[in-house]
């Protein structure tokens, strides 16, 4: 049971901005780093951002994260067809002494 | 270049047994923890246990603690997951990844990721 709820799905034409929500607890979010990670069908998970809002070297920085408090967001500008993909949020749990991922956000590019 | 290449997956009865491995190349592997994620079909991934680069230290989720055993073999650039009492709802693609740092903690990404190993439990 995943305690980091996202939004099923999110959807944007190309060009649009598109952002996802991660919302978590105090001893998620609140207390520790947000990762986000892109998995298009078929294919392994990618890292996307580390650390809330660092970007790995070949990420374009069309991709951004933000936190604040308990909650995360990842958003993603100038959408393209190739961003159609499943997108997870993770955090360390405290209480649980190990990762959780978020429930997951289908991006569809109409 | 990151390589991480897991094997052992196959269809093992409920109650069974089975140890998936994950082969690493590329990078000093003693240096960096290693994780092991799953994703049920059609669902979304889950993190299942982490092994810190030393190998000193094991992290495991509520629903695998006691039934499954990460360990690593740094001389053969292997991790392994051991997996015992085998549940219906342990079918999954087994992932592979490994963790940008030592500790295997809450400040690790997970940089790189196996194409992953599926477990059916049936």
């Known amino acids: 049971q995943s305690v980091l709820t996202q939004p099923p799905s999110a959807s944007g034409t190309p060009g649009q901005r598109v952002t996802i929500s991660c919302s978590g607890s105090?001893?998620?979010?609140?207390?520790?780093?947000v990762y986000w990670y892109q998995q298009v069908p078929g294919t392994t998970p990618k890292l996307l951002i580390y650390r809330n809002k660092q970007r790995p070297s070949g990420v374009p920085d069309r991709f951004s994260g933000s936190k604040s408090g308990t909650s995360a967001s990842l958003a993603i500008s100038g959408l393209r067809s190739d961003d159609d993909a499943d997108y997870y949020c993770a955090a360390w749990d405290d209480s649980l002494s190990g990762f959780v991922f978020g429930t997951g956000t289908k991006v569809t590019v109409l | 270049e990151v390589q991480l290449l897991e094997s052992g997956g196959g269809l093992v009865q409920p109650g069974g047994s089975l140890r998936i491995s994950c082969a690493a190349t590329?990078?000093?592997?003693?240096?960096?923890?290693m994780t092991w994620v799953r994703q049920a079909p059609g669902k979304g991934l889950e993190w299942v246990s982490a092994i810190r680069g030393g190998g000193s230290k094991t992290f495991y989720s509520d629903s695998v603690k006691g039934r499954f055993t990460i360990s690593r073999d740094n001389s053969k650039n292997t991790v392994y997951l051991q997996m015992k009492g085998l549940r219906a709802e342990d079918t999954a693609v087994y992932f592979c990844?490994?963790?940008?740092?030592?500790?295997?903690?809450?400040?690790?990404?997970?940089?790189?990721w196996g194409q992953g190993t599926m477990v059916t439990v049936s």
């Open positions: 590329g990078f000093t592997f003693s240096s960096y923890a």
């Open positions: 990844a490994k963790n940008d740092d030592f500790w295997g903690s809450q400040d690790d990404a997970l940089d790189f």
């Open positions: 105090s001893s998620t979010i609140g207390s520790n780093y």
